[in-house]
């Protein structure tokens, strides 16, 4: 597809449920990000994928959370036990590098949207 | 570490005039970009507008500008002639240059200021 696809949309589950989110990034973006967006707040860095270098994992709230992604192409994040204040959106984007600050934009998935009740 | 504050929760608009959305950043890179996107209730992030810090001149795209004031560290976003589809939530956004300390890997993003521009 044209942009980043997220899916699913929206997850409804119990807590203490396990669910994936996945992510299929623009073709030919290197770079990836998942970012956390609670209800009328900013977005959260969770981990970032860069071609086939180790991820970045500072921002992933606790060991509940895991992404993984293979080479250059979809990535799953995984959040095992989940909890009520694990209800957020998930966001994905890519980017085609990320070497620079003067790089483009990175470009957005509609997220899913995770409910745990 | 980098810090993105967006002080304003809400701002009204009437239409057609122009707002102003604040933005500060702080940040210890000597370069870095700076974004502004909007976010609308469907919830997709839509960029807008991109000023590098070394950039002699304000950006523009169209109807938005930034008014970029370095020695303040202020990365306001200038609307114009608001229209009705102007209203969503938009994010002031920074990245670095240090790939050491990660702050040229992401994003990170101020808190949002929800605009709604009246009729």
């Known amino acids: 597809g044209a942009g980043v696809s997220q899916s699913p949309s929206n997850k409804v589950t119990e807590k203490g449920k396990d669910v994936e989110l996945r992510c299929d990034p623009i073709?030919?973006?290197?770079?990836l990000y998942w970012y956390r967006q609670r209800l009328g707040q900013g977005l959260e860095f969770l981990i970032y994928?860069?071609?086939?270098?180790?991820?970045?994992k500072s921002g992933l709230p606790s060991d509940r959370f895991s992404a993984e992604r293979t080479g250059e192409s979809v990535s799953t994040l995984t959040i095992q036990r989940t909890q009520q204040e694990d209800s957020a959106v998930y966001l994905c984007?890519?980017?085609?590098?990320?070497?620079?600050?003067?790089?483009?934009?990175?470009?957005f998935g509609e997220g899913s949207r995770l409910t745990v009740l | 570490a980098q810090k993105i504050t967006q002080t304003q929760p809400g701002m009204f608009v009437q239409e057609k005039e122009a707002v102003t959305l604040d933005c500060t950043y702080d940040t210890s890179d000597p370069s870095y970009g700076l974004f502004w996107y909007k976010q609308p209730s469907s919830g997709e992030m839509i960029f807008l507008i991109y000023?590098?810090?070394?950039?002699?001149q304000n950006a523009t795209e169209g109807r938005y500008s930034l008014n970029f004031q370095k020695a303040r560290k202020s990365a306001n976003l200038v609307i114009s002639a608001s229209q009705l589809g102007d209203s969503a939530m938009y994010f002031c956004a920074m990245r670095g240059t240090q790939i050491s300390s990660g702050s040229a890997r992401q994003l990170t993003f101020g808190s949002g200021t929800q605009l709604t521009v009246l009729p």
């Open positions: 073709s030919g973006h290197t770079a």
């Open positions: 000023q590098g810090s070394y950039d002699q």
């Open positions: 994928f860069q071609g086939n270098s180790a991820p970045d």
């Open positions: 984007a890519s980017s085609p590098t990320t070497l620079a600050a003067n790089t483009g934009e990175l470009f």
